[in-house]
Structure formats: structure tokens, C-alpha cells
């Protein structure tokens, strides 16, 4: 099996599709960019959109190829910022989430959640 590996090369990806998705939601011109047409549709059609690629990501992982699993990644990763965008969550708020869970196994972060948290 091989290990995650390259953080600093997807954190850069990640930020090139950042400052690309702040860009087309600023120019908000959805005849050219599908990013400003999804943004213009709302966070439901974001959020489906986040569903339908997530389970072809699912999908994939299930029994194709390595290259179609990164592609479907790939597809989930812009949509899922896309939706962060159509609802206003910024990016630093993740991180803030994902800081809060680090030294803490996912059994015990579950556990400690409250009966309204997901």
C-alpha cells in the first residue's frame, strides 16, 4: 500500500483551485464558467453536486482504476470547495476543524460529539 505522501504538492493544488474559484465566483460570469453557474444555482445544487461526485468516488475506489479513483477525488475536492464557497465557509474554518481533531482518533471524536452534531 502506499502512503499519502506529497502534502505540499496537493496544498498548493489546493490553493491554485482556491484563488481560481474565488476568481470565477468574482467574475460571476456563468455562461463561461461552471463554477459561476453552480455558485449561481445555490448551495442545494452544490451540495448535490458534492453527493453525486462523492459516490462516484465511491464508486471508483470500489473496483477502478488508481487514475479514475484520483480523478474522482479530484471532482470531489472542487466540488466540496465549491460548496464551501456557495455557503460562505472558508477555507481557514476547515482547517480550524480539522486542528481541533488532530491527536484525536475518530472513535473518541464521535463519541464526544453532541446528539444535533453529524
Do not use: N
Amino acid at each position: 500500500m502506499t502512503d499519502l505522501a506529497s502534502p505540499a504538492r496537493l496544498s498548493a493544488a489546493l490553493a491554485h483551485l482556491a484563488g481560481t474559484i474565488d476568481a470565477r465566483a468574482k467574475d460571476g460570469d456563468a455562461g463561461k464558467s461552471w463554477t459561476a453557474k453552480l455558485l449561481a444555482k445555490g448551495p442545494d445544487a452544490c451540495a448535490a453536486k458534492v453527493a453525486e461526485e462523492g459516490g462516484e468516488l465511491a464508486d471508483a475506489v470500489r473496483g477502478e482504476s488508481d487514475g479514475r479513483v484520483a480523478s474522482e477525488a479530484a471532482d470531489v475536492l472542487y466540488h466540496v470547495f465549491v460548496a464551501l464557497r456557495s455557503r460562505g465557509v472558508s477555507l481557514d474554518a476547515v482547517a480550524t476543524a480539522l486542528e481541533t481533531r488532530q491527536g484525536t482518533s475518530g472513535i473518541d471524536e464521535k463519541a464526544g460529539r453532541g446528539p444535533s452534531d453529524p
